[in-house]
């Protein structure tokens, strides 16, 4: 739910931020709106640092927390008549890959009012001296630890908000493995309190153990490995063959035109490319990747994690059947199938208002399809032909790839 107004069977939440220094480091201020509370929900950790307050309900966060916070929070409803009846308990500023969002999300920006303790990425760039603007900030308390791979650029500097005191050295591998083992990391534990503490080494040479509450600074040291922009080289990609190669692949993103938040349908998905590199545009895009062949499928998964964006959603299927029940596109690739009954209306049918089809065709069968879709609902209809320059004996002459002819519509 994300309106303006809480119902009236929800209750309203302050979210408290604790830094690492525990409840000494809460202003007076803050210490009275916890106190005064009816219900505290929290972490074991937060919860056991609160001095007792007769008759106070304290309830921990459940487990999965996402799949039990509507249950818990339904079951709040006779402690919601005053504003803070009800406070949830978070780490630092709780936006920052915190509880707050997710609480927001739930009941309304109107319903929670959020009281942050200065946040670990604001500690972590005071401690190193980095600028806000001069370095890029990842969460992994709940992801893949390979989404890191998506920020590899020589010289770039990331913030690594970990999930425990693993998380260094599964970064340390993951960077050591994709050629960035010379990268300095410096881990920053506790944050903010009596305990802080430093450790630095490179990616190669990572060892050290770490506090379970701990910030990574990467300064990432290795070889490029290719652009943001769309249209990665093939060898990037583990395929059989069936991959949208580069330069297609970049004519068809130019057109599908990825934006923040929006999601995309790579249908016929192949090695996974189209929505890979739609993902790699900006971290609030998602996709999922629709393919009929499972080890295929599995291919695309570790594209995806390989190349930074494990969060693609590969559904094995074949369209339109495949396509059921899936969240609703902002984009649709598709790569294969287009002659197959179904899947075009399919397809134009999920497309929500302001959406992008782009439809990919290599034989006479498919050609006639995208010329009749053309005929009925316009659109462009472009055909692209692609040669490159190899040897001829001793000479050097053109060989062409197979001319793609490409269909595109806007909603």
Same mark, same amino acid.
């Given at each position: ?5 809480? $119902?009236? +069977? ?5 979210? !408290? ?24 929900? *929290?972490?074991?950790?937060?919860? &056991? ?30 402690? /919601?008549? =005053?504003?803070?009846?009800? !406070?949830?308990?978070?780490?630092? +500023?709780?936006?920052?890959?915190? @509880?707050?969002?997710?609480? !927001? %999300? ?7 009012? @959020? ?35 998506? =920020?590899?650029?020589?010289? #770039? ?6 999930? +425990? ?11 050591? %493995? ?11 534990? +506790?944050?903010?309190?009596?305990? &802080? ?9 990572? /060892?050290a153990a770490v506090p379970r509450l701990n910030v990574i600074a990467l300064d990432l040291a290795g070889p490029r490995h290719g652009?943001?922009?769309? %249209? ?8 059989? %063959? ?33 929505? @890979? =590199? ?21 291919? @695309? ?8 964006? $494990? ?13 059921? *029940? ?18 075009? =209306? ?5 497309? /929500?208002?302001?959406? #992008? ?55």
């Amino acid at each position: 739910m994300s309106g303006t107004t809480a $119902p009236a +069977d929800r209750p309203r939440l302050v979210v !408290v931020g604790i830094g690492a220094d525990g409840w000494a480091g809460v202003p007076p201020r803050v210490r009275e709106v916890v106190l005064g509370a009816s219900v505290v929900l *929290g972490g074991g950790r937060h919860l &056991a640092m609160l001095p007792e307050v007769p008759g106070q309900r304290r309830e921990p966060w459940p487990s999965p927390l996402r799949a039990g916070l509507p249950a818990l929070l339904a079951s709040l409803g006779g402690a /919601r008549p =005053e504003a803070g009846a009800v !406070v949830a308990l978070a780490s630092g +500023d709780p936006l920052v890959s915190g @509880i707050g969002a997710t609480l !927001v %999300g739930l009941l309304g920006r109107d319903a929670v009012t @959020i009281l942050p303790a200065v946040s670990s990425v604001a500690l972590a760039r005071a401690a190193l001296g980095w600028a806000a603007g001069s370095c890029a900030v990842v969460s992994l308390t709940a992801a893949d630890p390979s989404l890191v791979l998506r =920020e590899l650029a020589p010289g #770039r500097r990331v913030l690594v908000l970990s999930a +425990d005191e693993r998380t260094p050295a599964r970064v340390a591998r993951l960077l050591d %493995g994709a050629g960035y083992g010379a990268s300095a990391m410096t881990v920053l534990g +506790d944050l903010g309190g009596d305990r &802080a503490s430093r450790v630095s080494a490179t990616a190669a040479t990572w /060892r050290a153990a770490v506090p379970r509450l701990n910030v990574i600074a990467l300064d990432l040291a290795g070889p490029r490995h290719g652009g943001w922009v769309a %249209g990665l080289p093939d060898d990037a990609f583990e395929h059989d %063959g069936q991959l949208t190669k580069r330069d297609l692949r970049a004519s068809a993103l130019a057109r599908l035109a990825p934006v923040p938040g929006e999601h995309l349908w790579d249908v016929g998905a192949g090695a996974g490319s189209v929505g @890979i =590199e739609w993902m790699r545009a900006h971290p609030a895009c998602t996709a999922t990747a629709v393919e009929a062949d499972a080890w295929r499928a599995a291919r @695309i998964a570790r594209n995806a994690a390989r190349l930074g964006v $494990p969060g693609l959603r590969v559904v094995t299927g074949r369209a339109p059947s495949a396509l059921a *029940g899936l969240a609703a596109p902002d984009a649709v690739f598709v790569g294969g199938g287009a002659t197959r009954d179904g899947v075009l =209306e399919e397809c134009l049918a999920a497309l /929500r208002p302001g959406g #992008r089809l782009v439809v990919h065709g290599v034989t006479l069968q498919t050609e006639r399809v995208l010329a009749d879709a053309y005929a009925r609902h316009g659109g462009e209809l472009t055909r692209v032909a692609v040669e490159t320059a190899a040897p001829v004996g001793s000479f050097t002459g053109w060989t062409p790839a197979r001319t793609v002819t490409q269909w595109t519509l806007e909603r």
